[in-house]
């Protein structure tokens, strides 16, 4: 339902059900993968299966990004890194620094975590890793946004949407669609960010992506505050309650 960090990884090909299952938790509700983590990660170290323990560390660092526990989260993503460095797995390795890039963004200067993503994408393109290249794109038009740069922000959201329409990533095109979306209600073009939250909004029907589905009501919801359609918005709000 969502972009499997493992996708494409022959060594755990037989822990594919497992890890999809710990997808969809991850999606659900964070809190309650642990259980999940523990057993899986218990096999990766009996069979020595260093490409499984850097997917966990990978999901382990997110699951501590979701519930706000951004330090920890940084621990897990530098493990995975070390690991999937050493086990010379590029795809792995640009999936666990990317995010915690994103985790450290906020503590860092803007500058140095826009050179940070740069470089991530600059190697997945020449490792033809297209899947980190949309999720490294997805940052560097977030800096864009907040240094106030609009023209290169949507320039790289565009460049993102038409990648993930081209490699059929719908997960990555719906978060995309909310990003871009977010970005028209700032600048004043609610009619235009409505278009994409719809169209967010279909995808994530489509996949069954809950945790996708949340995001573009809460977002739906801003939109009509903007226009001034209170007892919408109030829906909007009140249907996303209800799906958390």
Known sequence: ???QVYKGVKEVDQYKGKLSRLDTYLQLNPQKCQDEYVALLKIAKEKKNESLETILHIYQGTILYY???NDSAVVYFDKAIALATKIGNEQLRASASIRR???IDGTSDIKISMRLMRDEYNEAKKHKDTLNMIYAINGIAMYYER???TKQCIDYYMRGMKLAQKNKNEFEYGFLLNNFG???LRLKDPTEALIDFKKGMEIAKRLENIRLELILKENIGYYYMEVDS???AEK???DALQIA
């Open 147 to 149: 240094m106030d740069s």
């Open 236 to 238: 909007e709000y009140q």
């Open 67 to 69: 519930t706000g526990k």
């Open 101 to 103: 890039i994103f985790v």
């Open 230 to 232: 209170l007892d919408k």
């Open 182 to 184: 977010l970005l028209k």
């Open 1 to 3: 339902c969502s972009s």
